[in-house]
């Protein structure tokens, strides 16, 4: 299937990218590649002189996707930093030696891919002859603002500066690719800012981040309670705000965007309790606040009820366990301070 990525259709069609999908002119592929990449020194190897290049190029919001080649062995270097931009190279034939370590490289063929955020780290890279690309340019400001809309913090630079080596035929981010290739060749093209855009590479940097995290020794859940998802995060607030009235959680997920069951699994990830232990707590809190600034003469019967509390006896054991004293004491303590 990648193979043919933004060759063919969905209908086995070549897709036409006019002339200019191919090259033999250094002035034009060096053009290509500042404009799609960022600015970088081009070296060629070998005996050949003049590029065999193919240069092909989509968006899907942000994010430049490339099929590309040079045609000849090259040697790259001196990319520049203030173009803010990450590499994703993803090999389909030949093979790529990158700068690994500060002393040491490693080697990409068939299938395998390399991260690389260029305006965190220095890098250099080999192409052989045969080498084909099927790339990702993403900026760095569009994966920063998405870890932290999704995670809830911002990643440091043990992240960003590691240069990692991924993927392999049967991997999870080929399958990824796969599907990101057949959603552009459809029969419905994308545009570059429409909505399945913008969902389609928020999984493309949920997936890398991932993949990255992993390859770096990089945990994406150290920041414990703020490195919940989004949606758990916005969860919370709606249950703080409507505790009173109790919304169900099918209705709270259907409202942050993702099914009942994420919603459960995040939260005993993230937070260790389920989201209906959450609502009971949040209730429990707004209780014992309401028993400490309502006038005296409403009882805690009435405050109870206020809150959809039933049944006395196990709402004051419960209270009891939390805060420990019962809700006479908590209203008894308040009203004498005053």
């Known amino acids: 299937m990648l193979n043919d990525a933004l060759l063919l259709g969905s209908d086995g069609i ?3 990218h006019g002339p200019k999908a191919i090259s033999n002119d250094w002035d034009e592929v060096r053009d290509f590649c500042k404009k799609v990449y960022m600015p970088y020194k081009i070296d060629p190897l070998g005996r050949s002189s003049r590029p065999d290049a193919t240069l092909i190029s989509s968006k899907i919001g942000d994010i ?5 080649s040079y045609g000849v062995p090259v040697h790259l270097c001196e990319f520049d930093p203030a173009a803010g931009n990450i590499l994703v190279l993803n090999t389909l034939r030949g093979a790529l030696n990158h700068k690994y370590g500060e002393h040491s490289q490693t080697c990409t063929g068939v299938g395998e891919s390399f991260v690389v955020d260029c305006s965190r780290t220095d890098y250099w890279l080999d192409a052989d002859q045969d080498h084909m ?11 920063a603002t998405i870890a932290e809309r999704w995670l809830g913090f911002l990643p440091d630079d043990n992240l960003w ?27 419905l093209p994308l545009q570059a800012d429409d909505a399945i855009s913008r969902h389609l590479e928020e999984i493309i940097c949920i997936e890398l981040l991932r993949e990255w995290a992993n390859g770096s020794n990089y945990r994406l859940d150290h920041g414990g309670r703020s490195a919940a998802p989004y ?6 607030e709606i249950l703080r705000d409507e505790a009173r009235d109790a919304p169900t959680i099918t209705n ?11 919603l459960s699994n995040s939260f005993l990830r993230f937070r260790g309790i ?7 707590n949040c209730r429990l809190d707004g209780f014992r606040q309401d028993l400490k600034t309502c006038p005296p003469e409403i009882t805690i019967a009435q405050i109870a009820s206020c809150w959809g509390y039933i049944s006395f006896g196990p709402l004051a054991g419960r209270y009891k366990s939390r805060f420990g004293e019962t809700p006479s004491q908590t209203r008894a303590t308040s009203h004498s301070k005053i």
């Open 161 to 187: 500066t590691k240069r990692v080596k991924f993927g392999g035929q049967s991997s999870n981010w080929q399958s990824l690719l796969k599907y990101i290739t057949s959603s552009l060749n459809s029969d």
């Open 252 to 262: 709270i997920a259907k409202r942050v965007g993702v099914t009942g069951r994420t």
């Open 133 to 143: 690309q099927l790339n990702l340019t993403i900026p760095h400001d569009t994966i």
């Open 274 to 280: 389920s989201p209906r232990a959450f609502l009971a």
């Open 231 to 236: 949606y758990v995060r916005h969860a919370e």
């Open 64 to 68: 430049t996707l490339t099929r590309f």
């Open 14 to 16: 070549p897709i036409d």
